[in-house]
């Protein structure tokens, strides 16, 4: 069984400072791990993924998150936050043979940036 | 790359009627397509998986009879909300597996779809 945790539901931070939203995963086979960002009313865009190569994973915009197996984390971070990155953030959780490539996500961390 | 066409992507009707949600696949053909839905602030849940050529396979908890589901064909899954309530009010997003050689479970997903059950 896989889960995922993503602590704090809501990150505020003020535009220019450091992003950072946490995310600790659960599984009993090595993971794959995904950062999603969700603007209002809009699907699901891929930020990132791991897949069990280099453990700094840099995506898009200018986000990056770093697999670390002892924490079982893989948070996800930018330095400088832009006023265009306030959306919603879901990590999320899949096993390398799982059948179907089925996600489970975490609860999701709205992030707001202030001016 | 891959991409995923859902349609509509507002749709507002009246308690009791059906409301249909499509999912094609352009450009690829995708024999399994996941339908998750998201409650107001909260995360995405998985529902059910389509199967072309076979059954859905639903997620516990999720009613068959509620929501049909249904795998026309290689590009095409489609969602029917049946007798439609209140209480299904929610944003319903569909994705499609990878490609080969596109990279590992790398999910391509649809826009959503938001209904509002009056």
């Known amino acids: 069984a896989q889960s995922v945790t993503q602590l704090g539901s809501h990150v505020s931070v003020s535009e220019g400072a450091l992003v950072l939203l946490r995310c600790n995963y659960s599984?009993?086979?090595?993971?794959?791990l995904f950062w999603y960002v969700q603007y209002p009313n809009q699907g699901l865009q891929l930020l990132l993924k791991?897949?069990?190569?280099?453990?700094l994973v840099k995506g898009i915009n200018g986000f990056e998150a770093e697999f670390k197996k002892s924490e079982t984390s893989f948070h996800l971070t930018k330095p400088s936050a832009h006023m265009s990155d306030a959306a919603e953030y879901f990590c999320?959780?899949?096993?390398?043979?799982?059948?179907?490539?089925?996600?489970?996500f975490g609860g999701g961390t709205r992030l707001m940036v202030k001016p | 790359g891959a991409v995923v066409s859902q349609h509509p992507s507002r749709v507002i009707c009246k308690s009791g009627t059906s409301v249909k949600i499509e999912c094609r696949s352009l450009?690829?053909?995708?024999?399994?397509m996941f339908w998750y839905r998201q409650f107001p602030k909260q995360s995405l849940m998985l529902m059910a998986t389509?199967?072309?050529?076979?059954?859905?396979?639903?997620e516990q908890g999720v009613e068959k009879d509620k929501f049909l589901i249904n795998h026309a064909s290689l590009t095409l899954s489609t969602l029917t909300v049946t007798s439609a309530h209140p209480e299904d009010s929610s944003f319903y997003i569909c994705?499609?597996?990878?490609?080969?050689?596109?990279?590992?479970?790398?999910?391509?997903f649809g826009a959503g779809s938001r209904l509002t059950v009056l």
């Open positions: 999320a959780v899949s096993g390398p043979n799982n059948a179907g490539n089925m996600l489970t």
């Open positions: 791991y897949t069990s190569a280099a453990t």
């Open positions: 994705s499609a597996p990878p490609l080969a050689g596109s990279g590992a479970n790398v999910l391509t």
């Open positions: 599984s009993s086979v090595p993971p794959y």
């Open positions: 389509s199967n072309e050529g076979s059954k859905a396979t639903y």
């Open positions: 450009d690829f053909q995708a024999t399994t």
